[in-house]
């Protein structure tokens, strides 16, 4: 498949945020306070009302979106790509801060949410693209992360187990701690699946 935009209007939320608007070509989403996703690992509880907008993922294509960070400042603000199956399978990534300190992060979800988080204090204010491709040797059972920002290469962030045929993918953002975040994604796109593991995917 060639590379094609998502129109916004093509998805779906989860959950409707507190405040969406178009500024340009470019989706501006306030987040509710208290948002988020997670499944009782460690803490004990289930959160599943983040804000998720979500629209076709074929298997055979990867999914991009491209989030501006300058204002993920706050602890636990986070903002990147959900990959969801049904409510105890989905795979939300993206960027979240932790400590003060802007993370590149995982949370893979099959029942219960594990956490993986990388600190990218370089990426802070950048636009940043994260993209998932589905792959396996037995079929689309698996899901290879990556993200990369405008004059970064890309980095492989994760390869976790993903075997729903039937998902659908789309920018995310929670604010588990405050009130008032308001992130920009400036792109939307589905794109050629990854042609190797070892291979970085083209950058359009």
Do not use: N
């Not at 989706?27 to 289930?46: M, Q």
């Not at 907008?53 to 999914?63: C, F, K, N, T, V």
């Not at 029942?111 to 370089?122: I, T």
């Not at 990556?146 to 962030?157: D, K, P, Q, V």
């Amino acid at each position: 498949m060639h590379g094609r935009r998502v129109d916004w209007a093509a998805g779906v939320w989860t959950r409707e945020p507190a405040t969406t608007r178009l500024d340009g070509d470019d989706l501006v989403v306030g987040a509710s306070e208290g948002s988020d996703y997670w499944r009782t690992t460690h803490y004990g509880f289930v959160h599943d009302d983040g804000h998720a907008l979500l629209g076709e993922w074929p298997a055979d294509a990867a999914a991009e979106v491209t989030v501006d960070t300058s204002t993920l400042t706050g602890l636990y603000d986070q903002a990147g790509l959900m990959l969801f199956a049904d409510g105890e399978h989905w795979v939300k990534s993206g960027l979240e801060v932790s400590d003060g300190v802007l993370h590149l992060g995982a949370v893979v979800t099959d029942g219960v949410s594990d956490w993986s988080l990388a600190p990218v204090p370089d990426w802070a204010g950048q636009l940043v693209t994260i993209r998932a491709s589905r792959s396996g040797v037995a079929g689309a059972d698996a899901v290879t992360l990556r993200a990369r920002t405008e004059t970064s290469g890309w980095r492989t962030l994760r390869v976790a187990p993903f075997a729903s045929a039937a998902a659908s993918a789309g920018p995310m953002v929670c604010a588990p701690m405050r009130g008032d975040l308001e992130v920009r994604f400036t792109r939307w796109a589905l794109a050629p699946a990854d042609v190797d593991l070892h291979e970085d995917p083209e950058i359009p």
